[in-house]
């Protein structure tokens, strides 16, 4: 984590150096001379960065760097509020406090040559005490991980319970299907039952009778392809056999270009012989050849000739050995090969990391047409699936995603563990099943509280010392459950080690908000800008692959099937903190005393234990982010009047993201001060009603994050167009926008949301292509004149533009030559308005969108929903909540390409559901909370095949 530190400090220089030069003024050389120090480091840290785990020398070396970059970083940023705040001052000021200015330069010069000489210190230290030795050398971290697999091994294979419907599935995967050679994959976060699972399946008595071969190999992070090989090789064959089988390749040819030569001097004492036909030894395999060859040197009747053949003969097989020690690689996997390719195979890859693993040892696997498996377990995704394709000719199997266990299982396996096939007491149970919720459905956790408890008085006051408290005791002994954990989190690319550890800002069962975990990545530097793409798409992209890699978990989905929300085990998150700790990442403050905050880089605030918020002043602080969560019970009156943004003005005027939405019952106002936040990013808040925000706030030029979202503000200060690095702007709505002096705009905004439609003057803006880079567009109609009504053609200039969201009184007017580029649209609150003849239906409108994918309507009533002739041809997903008093028709060919419905608490005066679910597209189809006539007509439904009904109550409940 150190080199996030440097590599953030770096980037942050260079930007200065090229963007904002001018405000390092007098201290530009010693910042440029710094940066190049610090360049050096990070390759030092980027080199030792899979060594330095268990050596106490490089983590103390490590250790420096990362505390000499923060201080660099204070030293820069707290510089740059200085120089900010003076070129604030007049003209008359700024000469009076010159003489001060000129000491601030020097002072910063000095500060800097201060930080290179302690720079220069501990690069020197490298050959001083033998750190660059220890770089080069990894043994200690093989070792290190070896015994943490055997570890993992021992505790995942001690007990099964469950798993019935997960090993028959998997069973059937391996013995019915395609006769072409396929893989089968097990996928999951560390602790889960993989290896469990896939050893069931392994012994299981179809599975053994079924392949001629069964082999299992462990293949871990740190593999040899060589051991891999050998491994599997023991089980196919008996060493001594195989021994005499294989003669390398470059000795196979010098032993007939030498039989060749012996031949071509000898012709008159060799003629007839064996080697006078060389072909027909080469047609022998290299059994065969050498059995031949000894036979031949026996018969030789001249003794000189017999002992010149002989001798050079058994000088080549000596330098081909005896053993499979003596084969490479490639030979190794030629045996395999030879022995596999008439065999029907199982064999298992348990533990699998790389896919760099997979493509070195699958060219020994035959892919012959005999029904053979191969069966991998891994802790992510991408391996899995780059594994599963390895015959075109068939659709790969999915990766089976191992879910938790249920209680009840969860249950059941601690008391295996605990009571060693006795019972429970019934007295302990009820309080057994509260310790072993809080495992969270993972068997690792299961089996470790299990090991720890049966060592204990089985007792209810021994066991109560365990409720609310299982992490804790789970954490004691790293070794026993987080180090393993750990494996998954020491293999993460350098840029997702940040991201993962950011899930530690989060509460426990915190259902994490997918897109706001982007934006506070993308404030923090988490995302680097890498060309013309998108940060936005990168970070999510990062996401993707921590949820690929089993650390994070999916919890709910968009319609468009990204990321809503996700969760992380709390153990995973356990590991978070405590790696945040140590790399003073960030910290989770839960008391009332913040006076503490000021040695970690970012804090955040729970108060779901501490209802009582003290408001003594804080000491300064340089963390760069706060973030808080909870509800402050009895607070205070100087909440209300926005506490924490004032402390964060006079205290931490360093910090970049402050992030108190999810704070509830805390109103924040903006104080005017907030301008001396210039390093600020990321602002996000409730106000309340009717707020106005102060035109400060404009002077935030690093601004990225503007989230107003549950407050009620009428109108933007003039000089939000000064924001040019504004990148998501939220409001409830709604808001009006202020009219922009000359050409100003905001090019890099993503996101508006909640503006006001205020006749054409709204409109105006976006044909004047003041946001080039709008991704997502929120419009709030306000007023209901016949003649509201939004032309798409005023938002084609938006060439980027994907969503777009009404509210209340809005129409919509398309020219049918448009084409446009948005593929979402929701319709919230809206009243369908009387418009003139003149204007088509808003669902006419709809129906034009050529690229339309996904329809929502919300809160919308009285109204009727026709679908034309081949209207809506690309929309996939279509749902109604809370839609009330509508028809639905459809014309034959309309939605073609609908995959998804969703209906939630609504109400249909007319719907011909057996017309509906007939598309031919359609695959899903959800009915939630439906009203008695819409549950008779899908009581009465006959759903076609591959088109699945899920309906909640389900229709035999007697839920409302």
């Known amino acids: 984590m150190a080199e996030s530190v440097v590599s953030f400090l770096l980037q942050n220089l260079t930007q200065l150096l090229s963007q904002e030069s001018k405000l390092l003024g007098g201290v530009e050389d010693q910042v440029r001379l710094l940066q190049n120090e610090l360049s050096l480091i990070n390759i030092f840290l980027k080199n030792t960065e899979e060594k330095r785990h268990d050596n106490e020398l490089l983590k103390e070396v490590v250790s420096q760097i990362r505390d000499v970059a923060y201080e660099a970083e204070d030293v820069i940023d707290t510089f740059i509020v200085t120089v900010t705040k003076h070129k604030r001052r007049s003209k008359m000021r700024r000469f009076i406090l010159s003489c001060d200015r000129a000491i601030l330069f020097h002072d910063v010069a000095k500060r800097i040559e201060s930080i290179k000489n302690v720079i220069k210190e501990i690069y020197d230290n490298r050959s001083k005490y033998g750190i660059g030795e220890i770089a080069e050398s990894s043994g200690g971290d093989a070792e290190m991980e070896e015994m943490l697999h055997k570890r993992r091994r021992y505790v995942e294979e001690v007990q099964v319970v469950g798993f019935g419907y997960d090993s028959e599935v998997l069973v059937k995967q391996l013995i019915e299907g395609s006769l072409i050679l396929n893989v089968v994959s097990i996928i999951g976060m560390g602790g889960l039952g993989k290896t469990t699972l896939a050893r069931k399946v392994y012994n299981n008595n179809h599975v053994k009778n079924h392949f001629d071969f069964h082999g299992w190999v462990y293949v871990s992070q740190e593999y040899k392809i060589r051991d891999l090989l050998l491994e599997i090789l023991k089980g196919v064959s008996p060493m001594p056999k195989l021994k005499k089988f ?42 065969e050849c050498r059995k031949a060859l000894f036979e031949f040197l026996e018969h030789i009747k001249d003794h000189k000739l017999q002992k010149s053949l002989s001798g050079f003969v058994k000088d080549i097989y000596e330098k081909n050995g005896e053993g499979w020690q003596d084969m490479d690689d490639n030979e190794l996997k030629s045996v395999l090969f030879e022995r596999l390719k008439d065999k029907r195979y199982l064999i298992v890859m348990d533990d699998i990391w790389k896919t760099e693993a997979w493509n070195e040892v699958s060219v020994a696997f035959p892919t012959n047409s005999n029904g053979s498996r191969i069966l991998i377990t891994s802790r992510i995704k991408e391996v899995a699936s780059h594994a599963s394709s390895i015959n075109d000719s068939i659709p790969p199997n999915p990766p089976y995603e191992l879910p938790f266990l249920k209680e009840d299982e969860c249950w059941e396996l601690f008391s295996k563990k605990v009571f060693r096939g006795g019972t429970c007491p019934l007295e302990l149970e009820t309080l057994g099943r509260e310790i072993v919720k809080s495992c969270h459905g993972l068997p690792l956790a299961v089996v470790v509280l299990g090991g720890l408890l049966a060592k204990k008085e089985k007792t209810h006051r021994t066991w109560s010392k365990y409720v609310g408290h299982v992490n804790s005791y789970l954490t004691e002994d790293r070794s026993s459950c987080i180090d393993i954990l750990a494996l998954s989190y020491h293999l993460l690319p350098q840029c997702l080690k940040p991201c993962f550890l950011y899930f530690g800002i989060y509460p426990e069962d915190f259902e994490i908000p997918g897109r706001q975990l982007i934006r506070l990545w993308i404030a923090e530097g988490f995302i680097r800008q890498i060309g013309n793409r998108n940060m936005e798409d990168d970070a999510e992209d990062y996401l993707e692959e921590l949820i690929d890699r089993s ?68 000491l300064p602080s340089n963390s760069r982010s706060v973030i808080g969560f909870g509800e402050a019970v009895g607070h205070n009156n100087f909440l209300d009047k926005g506490y924490y943004l004032k402390w964060l003005c006079e205290s931490n005027k360093l910090v970049r993201v402050v992030e108190l939405r999810n704070m509830v019952r805390i109103c924040c106002l903006i104080p005017k001060k907030i301008e001396n936040l210039v390093h600020l990013r990321y602002l996000s808040i409730s106000s309340g009603k009717f707020y106005v925000i102060p035109d400060s706030i404009c002077n935030l030029w690093n601004l990225e994050t503007l989230d107003m979202r549950n407050s009620e503000i009428k109108r933007l200060p003039k000089g939000i167009w000064k924001l040019q690095k504004l990148r998501h702007l939220y409001l409830d709505g709604p808001t009006y926008l202020p009219r922009p002096d000359k050409e100003a705009g905001l090019p890099n905004l993503q996101v508006l949301t909640g503006i006001s439609l205020d006749y054409d003057k709204t409109e105006s803006l976006f044909v004047q292509a003041r946001f080039p880079n709008l991704r997502k567009l929120g419009f709030y109609g306000l007023h209901a004149p016949p003649s509201l009504v939004l032309t798409l053609s005023s938002i084609h200039p ?67 929903l026709h679908c034309d ?62 009203d008695s006539r819409l549950k008779k007509m899908l009581r009465q439904l006959q759903m076609r095949d591959g088109c699945k009904l899920q309906v909640y109550p389900p229709l035999n409940s007697s839920l409302p």
């Open 246 to 287: 294989v003669l390398k390749v470059e000795l196979k040819e010098e032993l007939f270009h030498g039989l060749e030569a012996k031949y071509s001097t000898n012709k008159d004492k060799l003629k007839g012989t064996l080697i006078e036909d060389l072909n027909g030894i080469k047609a022998m395999n290299d059994e």
């Open 551 to 618: 650390l994070i978990q999916v919890a709910t989905k968009r319609l468009d099937g990204g990321v809503r929300t996700c969760r992380i085990h709390d153990l995973l998150r356990d590991l978070c903190i405590s790696e945040s700790a140590e790399e003073k990442f960030l910290q989770v403050c839960s008391n009332d005393n913040l006076s503490q905050m000021s040695k970690f880089c970012r804090i955040s605030i729970h108060f779901a234990n501490h209802p009582y918020i003290s408001s003594n002043p804080c």
């Open 798 to 864: 938006l060439r980027h533009l994907q969503t777009l969201k009404l509210r209340k009184y809005v129409s919509l007017s398309n020219p049918s030559s448009l084409q446009s580029t948005l593929t979402k649209i929701t319709l919230l609150d809206v009243t369908l308005l009387d418009v003139p003849r003149y204007v088509p239906s808003i669902w006419k409108v709809l129906g034009s969108l050529t690229n339309l994918r996904i329809l929502k309507i919300v809160n919308c009533n009285w109204f009727t």
């Open 869 to 930: 002739e081949n209207s809506f041809c690309q929309l996939e997903v279509l749902k109604m909540r809370k839609v009330t008093d509508m028809g639905w028709t459809m014309e034959k060919g309309a939605m073609p390409r609908l995959q998804r419905l969703v209906l939630e608490r609504c109400r249909f005066d007319m719907i011909h559901m057996e017309e509906i679910c007939c598309l031919t597209a359609l695959r899903d189809v959800e009915a939630l909370h439906p």
